[in-house]
């Protein structure tokens, strides 16, 4: 199966979650074995950098990557695109320090990579293969990895508010079917959880436009959901993209309960950090 980039550059524009300013994203083109790596426009000038589980500098609310010097935030939509897709190699340039929110999913991205066009390249598509069993629980969150020809994820959630209560999504990851089932599942927030995090002016750029916003009685957005089940699907979506730092293709069966940016990272350290848990190969 050979590696894959981008037929020409897209530019993605939006406000970000966080300040609420007008921020940028632009994919290009990038050669074989390049990889995914963030251009990071700042003042200073432009930085670059690769996926690594360790990159990740924090993840409330969202993931945040960093190089010590400068930071970008709410990256886990792009990166679930570009995983999701299948995008081997990409420049990601990033202008204002986050990437967009748009309506809060990997849609309007989604939509943006195919309609620039993917390329095959002339080089094997590099993959890491879970070898054996590997698992993480701490405090109610739990992922287990097994052994699988392919991205399989079984995604579930658990909330006390009778609008989501429990819901479980399984879904063979494919570009196919990640573009149809969950890029266009939304982020989701609960409106007292809302209004604090506006209160403290975090979130400034969260709104109905881009957040499932729940309320004592429901979903409060006038559109409703997407899909009956869209918060685990969107749960799955953050999944897909965080394992993306790991920097290549995992291939493998993925059972998570519960979790979030924060576990999912620690889960992706570990399987990189003990011996015999990853192979990696062409494919």
């Known amino acids: 199966m050979p590696q894959t980039t981008l037929g020409e550059s897209v530019v993605c524009r939006g406000i970000s979650l966080h300040s609420g300013h007008e921020v940028s994203v ?18 200073d000038g432009v930085h670059l950098l690769s996926l690594r589980p360790e990159a990740v500098s924090t993840t409330e609310l969202a993931t945040t990557v960093s190089d ?27 202008f204002g320090g986050e990437a967009p929110i748009l309506d809060g999913s990997a849609k309007i991205v989604v939509d943006a990579l195919l309609g620039a066009g993917l390329r095959a390249q002339n080089a094997p598509r590099r993959v ?14 739990s992922i287990v990895a097994r052994p699988f020809d392919g991205f399989l994820v ?3 959630i658990r909330f006390p508010h009778p609008a989501i209560g429990e819901q479980r999504f399984v879904l063979n990851v494919t570009p196919e079917t990640f573009e149809k089932e969950v890029a266009p599942a939304r982020t989701f ?3 007292k959880e809302v209004e604090y995090l506006h209160s403290r002016g975090l979130a400034r750029g969260g709104s109905l436009d881009n957040v499932v916003v729940v309320g004592d009685e429901g979903v409060i ?3 409703g959901l997407r899909f009956p089940d869209e918060f685990v699907r969107h ?40 011996e015999g848990l990853l192979e990696y190969a062409d494919r």
């Open 68 to 94: 010590g010097k400068v930071s970008v935030s709410t990256i886990e939509h792009v990166l679930a695109a570009l995983n999701g897709l299948g995008v081997d190699n990409v420049e990601v340039h990033v």
């Open 154 to 156: 079984d995604y579930t």
């Open 221 to 223: 957005n006038k559109e």
């Open 26 to 43: 632009e994919f290009r083109p990038a050669s074989e074995n390049s990889g995914i790596v963030f251009h990071i426009h700042s003042e």
């Open 235 to 274: 749960k799955m979506l953050d999944f897909i993209g965080d394992m993306a730092m790991l920097g290549r293709p995992m291939l493998g069966a993925f059972t998570v309960s519960c979790s979030g940016h924060g576990h999912n990272n620690a889960f992706l350290r570990k399987l990189v950090r003990e």
């Open 189 to 191: 927030g609960f409106l």
């Open 128 to 141: 890491a293969r879970v070898v054996r069993e590997c698992s993480l629980e701490k405090n109610g969150k």
